[in-house]
């Protein structure tokens, strides 16, 4: 049977389509748009470091006129040449030639002129360094140092504290740590075990420990009596170290009636014990896990005018950015072809200079927009929040909301009321009696003062915080005041009531 081989054939095909293509101009605008202040600084110091026609201003060439005027001001300290034509005169009227009050001065020229500080900047080369501070695990491998434990057992411990998490717990259970283990060095469980109470006999109290309850638990067993002296006291000792150990799930609740009949005590000693285990620490590796602080760099700042609220750009954290006129000079016309990559870098540095006053300018619109919506909040606060959102900016400047949010993500604004984000100010709106509509912000905002204003003994349930925010005007759903309380992580009204009465 004879194969049949299929033909084939080239041909050519006109289509017409439409396709949208960002140019890299755009899409290092969209990019720089969305970016934080300090990540914006980090982008300009790089583009600054691979792009020399790119300059900062105050970072040219120093101008000769600089050097003049400084050797000017030290000949002005030399005092005259010739003693004879002005001698000085001191506080009381005596007088002294310059030639005997220049000497003092003279001296102490030399030892900081410019050859002697060159001279020391040479013999000292690296700037001290800080004192780099310990970390959990090199704390514990120091009390570990002290110990006498046999080779064998402080490996164990050391591999222990190795598996240790950042607050000080064990990340991983003991029997599959075992199972990491080769066979061949004979390694059991009942090792690791011991090896474990060792590791949480050392301080801080609760390392090393396996879940919370035991972590706490440690902490009552090695506490301090000095720094906790409820310990001293055997029987709340005993019940916090029950409900470490039992009954924590039931403390997490809030629900102490339901815990004060699962332990059978008394309701004083069980408060006693409560307020013993709130003052314990769940991380003990907390004191070495400090995070770097987080900076909110503002981007506006807002001022009182006679006009009223108004919009200021942070001219602080605006990069000024120059093309080196030199060098563009000196490039020419790109006609030739020749140093086509610099002429590149020329239109790159145009494009980051352009980019970069265009992200500050849509910032500062949409700032002026947020600011005029939100007058009667610089002066009354979160109450006083009108319902704002991204597409009402949209229309009324004319971009669209995809560019709204990139202005509003991570940019700051400094208010009487602190250094916020722009995108706080965005809310939702609910109707009010009265026909005027109210943000969720400021809703909120008035369940949490209500809340704050309650009775501990008698809190207030979601119903009756419907009804009182009837009475301002307020109307809304049961079911919504539930959402906005745990939004807001406020318990429910049986929680607060049990936690008012154990505290």
Same mark, same amino acid.
């Given at each position: ?77 030399? &005092? ?87 607050? &000080? ?38 390392? &090393? ?98 006009? &009223? ?195």
């Amino acid at each position: 049977m004879q194969n049949i081989v299929p033909m084939t054939r080239n041909f050519l095909e006109l289509r017409l389509g439409q396709s949208l293509t960002l140019t890299p101009a755009l899409q290092q605008s969209i990019r720089l748009l969305q970016l934080s202040t300090l990540d914006l600084e980090a982008e300009v110091a790089k583009a600054l470091a691979e792009n020399p026609l790119l300059e900062q201003e105050g970072e040219g060439l120093q101008d000769p006129g600089a050097l003049g005027s400084t050797v000017r001001v030290d000949q002005a300290f030399e &005092g005259p040449a010739d003693p004879a034509e002005g001698p000085q005169t001191d506080v009381e009227g005596s007088t002294t030639s310059s030639s005997e009050s220049d000497l003092p001065f003279e001296r102490e020229r030399s030892e900081f002129s410019a050859e002697s500080r060159h001279s020391r900047d040479d013999e000292f080369t690296e700037r001290p360094e800080a004192a780099r501070e310990s970390n959990l695990r090199e704390y514990l491998l120091g009390q570990l140092g002290t110990t006498r434990l046999s080779e064998r057992d402080a490996a164990i411990v050391g591999l222990l504290i190795e598996e240790l998490n950042e607050d &000080g717990l064990l990340a991983s259970p003991l029997e599959e740590i075992v199972g990491w283990m080769s066979p061949e060095l004979g390694l059991e469980l009942d090792d690791f075990r011991l090896g474990l109470t060792f590791l949480q006999s050392l301080d801080p109290p609760g390392v &090393g420990a396996r879940d919370l309850g035991e972590c706490l638990d440690l902490q009552l067993q090695y506490a301090d009596p000095e720094h906790l002296p409820e310990v001293n006291n055997a029987d709340v000792l005993t019940l916090a170290r029950r409900v470490c150990q039992q009954h924590l799930h039931i403390l997490a609740t809030g629900n102490m009636s339901k815990l004060r009949e699962a332990l059978g005590c008394e309701a004083e000693l069980l408060r006693r014990a409560h307020a013993l285990i709130v003052r314990l620490n769940p991380r003990p590796g907390s004191r070495w896990n400090k995070p770097a602080a987080d900076f909110a760099v503002p981007d506006v700042i807002v001022r009182k005018t006679r006009k &009223g609220w108004e919009a200021h750009l942070n001219e602080a954290v605006m990069p000024k950015l120059r093309v080196n006129a030199m060098y563009a000079e000196a490039l020419g016309s790109p006609r030739g072809g020749a140093n086509s990559a610099l002429h590149g870098q020329l239109q790159e540095a145009r494009w980051m200079i352009r980019n970069v006053a265009q992200r500050f300018e849509t910032i500062l619109r949409v700032s002026q927009v947020i600011v005029a919506h939100q007058q009667s909040f610089f002066t009354k606060g979160w109450e006083a929040v009108r319902p704002l959102t991204l597409k009402d900016i949209a229309l009324e400047l004319g971009m669209h909301e995809s560019t709204i949010s990139r202005a509003t993500t991570q940019k700051y604004m400094v208010t009487p009321y602190g250094t916020l984000e722009l995108k706080r100010f965005f809310s939702t709106g609910l109707s009010t009696e009265g026909g005027e509509a109210t943000s969720s912000t400021a809703v909120q905002t008035r369940i949490q003062a209500l809340i704050r204003q309650e009775d501990r003994a008698r809190p207030l349930s979601d119903s009756q915080l419907v009804t009182l925010l009837d009475k301002d005007g307020i109307t809304i759903a049961r079911r919504t005041v539930a959402k906005y309380r745990e939004q807001m992580r406020i318990p429910t009204a049986p929680l607060r009531k049990s936690q008012a009465g154990a505290a």
